[in-house]
């Protein structure tokens, strides 16, 4: 049942992206700035997580997370940079490109992450299957520019 609750919650975390990349954008088109859209995007999620962590009680180590090693702060930047490129491709690709080639760079970058055991990933060897399942999102995402 936790499985199932997991595929539910990542499902549902993929479908708000669109969401989020049209509020964005036209929080970006509104405010004439992509880069202050994506700041208050950010801004707002900080608020929300810091009420979540204060209604939950969690537990967080300060002392551990200064102990991170260095990359591990990189993940703000790499955020940083998917807002705002998103919010600056949706209005100019539209949002099934867009997110058709998010999917496609997500599961191209996981499946080296899977093949490598990159950062904990479990380890999962590139096969001839999931190249061939690559090509095909790949190809769906070409098919989605042409028509």
Request: hydrophobic residues 60%.
């Given at each position: 049942m936790d499985k199932i609750i997991w595929i539910a919650m990542a499902f549902l975390a993929g479908a708000f992206l669109p969401l989020q990349a049209g509020l964005n954008s036209k929080l970006a088109k509104t405010g004439g700035s992509p880069v202050h859209a994506?700041?208050?995007?950010?801004?707002?999620?900080?608020?929300a997580l810091i009420v979540y962590i204060f209604l939950t009680s969690q537990n967080v180590s300060w002392k551990g997370i200064r102990e991170a090693?260095?990359?591990?702060?990189?993940?703000?930047?790499?955020?940083?940079?998917?807002?705002?490129?998103?919010?600056?491709?949706?209005?100019?690709?539209?949002?099934?490109?867009?997110?058709?080639?998010?999917?496609?760079?997500?599961?191209?970058?996981?499946?080296l992450m899977e093949h490598f055991q990159v950062?904990?990933?479990?380890p999962q060897p590139v096969s001839i299957g999931r190249i061939l399942g690559m090509l095909l999102i790949i190809g769906g995402v070409v098919v989605m520019k042409k028509f």
């Open positions: 994506s700041m208050i995007s950010f801004a707002v999620g900080v608020v090693p260095a990359y591990a702060w990189a993940g703000g930047v790499l955020g940083a940079f998917y807002v705002t490129v998103i919010v600056l491709a949706f209005p100019k690709i539209g949002p099934g490109l867009t997110f058709g080639l998010v999917v496609a760079g997500q599961l191209l970058i996981s499946m950062l904990g990933a479990q």
